[in-house]
């Protein structure tokens, strides 16, 4: 029997993936990669199904942290909003469990791996440039790319072999992540149709309104309401806070890998509500050049994440840069929440850069008279005399 690691995350696409290398009698290695979204129980489902379905062996990978590290603490130095609005939550998110799955398969002298995109998306592209990356040697299989197979009849093949899933559960695919939670479904495919509430985790929502505070130690988040624990922590308990909320609810329009237009919705209350903190901070704590080249290599580093170029040495020079520019980005930031929103109210900081000793805006000034203005704008506006002088001649 050949040998084949798949990555497996017990929805409907790699459940149809398992099954049939099952039958075509393949030896099937079904890993998971943990990069947040799932309980306990949830873990132990997946793992049951994988076996039941036909896996030889079932391994979950816990990979949170390492996730945290590599990617999600650039994402949130450099403000990361994919069209300003979407976390990056799944391409972010697909680069760990690339690189762990070609891991387990190199420890285990496998030389086949498989996943379940379609030929339609981005993910095929993300898992297949790290695989050949890091394992030209390694044989990529990818079954319901290849068949062009639909949701559909893999529903219709799995039943034919007794493993029974409704279409309604199927319906949608879900993405659940540390990062935040994607959804794609029949809405999606169309240009003027919301998801439905129903598409969404199902909370037991609050009106009330509360307050919260986040405290981040040059650019990383390290406590909530005056409490010390570690990132991933936060962004997981943050997260379910903002979901009673209905927080962070949105539908994403973006240009694919593959050139056409791509529309997905998403829940990251969470992350947006960290990255929104964050970006009030740097706003207090930054000069206006680093917060100006911030952009420009932060909307790049999203973009290439976006694409699957993580591996690109390019990657390392803006993290590197990304890191010191957080310096002196630490305070506390004052957060309200609202049934669908939530309010920066302001930030304490001892770096804040707001200091009433130079000024307050638009008030008094302590540092510069009259004079001084005056001639600070006599010189600022002297290219646009030359340009209008030379140019009302002609």
């Not at 949608?172 to 999606?188: Q, V």
């Not at 240009?191 to 199902?202: H, I, M, V």
């Not at 976006?306 to 506390?332: A, C, M, T, W």
């Amino acid at each position: 029997m050949k040998k084949i690691v798949l990555a497996y995350s017990g929805g409907l696409d790699t459940s149809y993936c398992l099954k049939k290398f099952s039958e075509d009698q393949y030896e099937v290695h079904a890993i998971t990669i943990d990069t947040g979204g799932f309980s306990d129980l949830e873990k132990s489902k997946i793992k049951k199904r994988a076996v039941l379905i036909g896996a030889k062996k079932y391994k979950s990978i816990k990979s949170k942290k390492t996730y945290y590290e590599k990617i999600i603490r650039y994402l949130i130095y450099g403000n990361v909003l994919r069209n300003n609005n979407y976390p990056l939550s799944v391409s972010a998110e697909r680069i760990i469990q690339a690189i762990e799955i070609i891991k387990y398969a190199k420890e285990n002298n496998i030389k086949l791996v498989a996943h379940g995109s379609t030929g339609a998306g981005n993910d095929q592209v993300r898992f297949d440039m790290i695989f050949q990356i890091l394992a030209p040697e390694i044989k990529i299989v990818t079954p319901i790319r290849d068949r062009n197979i639909s949701r559909k009849n893999e529903i219709k093949y799995l039943e034919k072999k007794g493993v029974k899933i409704k279409w309604s559960k199927a319906k949608y695919s879900i993405n659940k992540g540390l990062w935040g939670t994607t959804i794609g479904g029949d809405e999606t495919l169309t240009s003027n149709k919301a998801l439905p509430e129903k598409a969404f985790a199902k909370v037991s929502q609050t009106n009330d309104c509360k307050k919260i505070t986040l405290t981040f130690y040059k650019g990383e988040v390290f406590k909530l309401n005056g409490k010390k624990m570690s990132p991933v922590k936060i962004i997981e308990k943050l997260s379910s806070l903002c979901s009673q909320f209905g927080i962070g609810r949105d539908t994403h329009v973006g240009d694919t890998i593959i050139g056409i237009k791509g529309r997905v919705g998403f829940e990251a209350g969470g992350p947006l509500v960290i990255i929104k903190s964050h970006h009030l901070l740097e706003k207090h704590t930054l000069t206006k050049w680093q917060q100006y080249q911030k952009e420009q290599l932060s909307s790049f580093y999203g973009m290439l994440l976006h694409e699957g170029q993580f591996l690109d040495p390019v990657v390392r020079d803006i993290e590197v840069f990304l890191k010191s520019s957080q310096k002196n980005v630490s305070g506390e930031v004052l957060i309200t929440l609202y049934p669908k929103r939530f309010e920066l109210e302001g930030i304490n900081s001892k770096y804040d850069l707001m200091s009433s000793r130079f000024a307050s805006y638009g008030e008094s000034s302590s540092k510069w008279g009259p004079e001084d203005v005056k001639g600070f704008i006599k010189i600022s506006s002297n290219q646009n005399k030359i340009f209008q002088y030379v140019h009302s001649k002609k």
